[in-house]
């Protein structure tokens, strides 16, 4: 099955710092998904990549897939206290599983 | 936001007891799912339903069985629940499958413990 390794697993950074999460796969990525958690809350999903080298952005955060290595990138511009939360990534399983398989995420604290 | 609706929003139930966990949409999508997430484990899908009275398994569904009666509602059933069904259990809908660039949308969650 597809493994997502997200890195770093947590992160704390002072407002208004860049910062910028990675996603790497175990296997061909084909659809790539960023999605936020609050606590308490579910996932609010960010933005969907599709093909390799695309990039796109929502607000201050960017998000990136490398096709080649397997992986995705989201960076976030002049970080706010209000970009706290965990970040997920998900990808699309091969085959008929139906299965969007994630990662554990990463926990994302910023400081005022 | 998708309009997904989960119901009870946190539940404090007995060893043994059935449970049932109901999500409600409003998007009119086909496609309906059920996961839990677990620290260590991440989100797992439990079940899913492609349309009314299709449904198959997921990664982690012993234990569970679902219902699809219509198109808005999704039941999620614990038959006797145990204490490694402590968890927060999200639903999620989309409007094709996954594997077809289709993004999962989830509800607030139901944090159920067992005890």
């Known amino acids: 099955s597809q493994e997502l390794e997200q890195s770093p697993q947590s992160l704390i950074v002072q407002e208004g710092k860049n910062l910028t999460i990675n996603c790497t796969s175990s296997?061909?990525?084909?659809?790539l998904y960023w999605y936020k958690q609050k606590y308490g809350e579910g996932l609010i999903f960010l933005m969907m990549?599709?093909?390799?080298?695309e990039e796109k952005s929502h607000e201050k955060i960017t998000a990136k897939l490398d096709e080649k290595k397997q992986q995705s990138s989201l960076h976030i511009t002049a970080s706010q206290p209000s970009h706290a939360g965990i970040y997920l990534c998900?990808?699309?399983?091969?085959?008929?599983?139906?299965?969007?398989?994630f990662g554990a995420g990463t926990r994302l604290t910023v400081k005022p | 936001d998708a309009g997904i609706t989960q119901s009870p929003r946190h539940k404090v139930t007995e060893t043994g007891t059935p449970v049932t966990l109901r999500c409600h949409q409003t998007?009119?999508?086909?496609?309906m799912y059920w996961y839990r997430q677990d620290p260590g484990h991440g989100l797992r899908l439990i079940h899913y339903?492609?349309?009314?009275?299709?449904?198959d398994k997921g990664e982690v569904s012993d234990g569970y069985s679902v219902s699809r009666s219509k198109t808005e509602d999704f039941l999620l059933t614990l038959e006797s629940a145990t204490s490694s069904q402590t968890s927060v259990y999200f639903c999620?809908?989309?409007?094709?499958?996954?594997?077809?660039?289709?993004?999962?949308?989830f509800g607030n969650g139901t944090r159920l413990t067992v005890t």
């Open positions: 999620a809908i989309s409007d094709g499958p996954t594997g077809h660039n289709s993004p999962l949308h």
């Open positions: 296997k061909t990525l084909y659809g």
């Open positions: 990549l599709q093909k390799g080298g």
């Open positions: 998900g990808a699309d399983s091969q085959g008929s599983s139906n299965d969007m398989r």
């Open positions: 998007e009119n999508h086909r496609y």
């Open positions: 339903s492609y349309g009314v009275k299709d449904t």
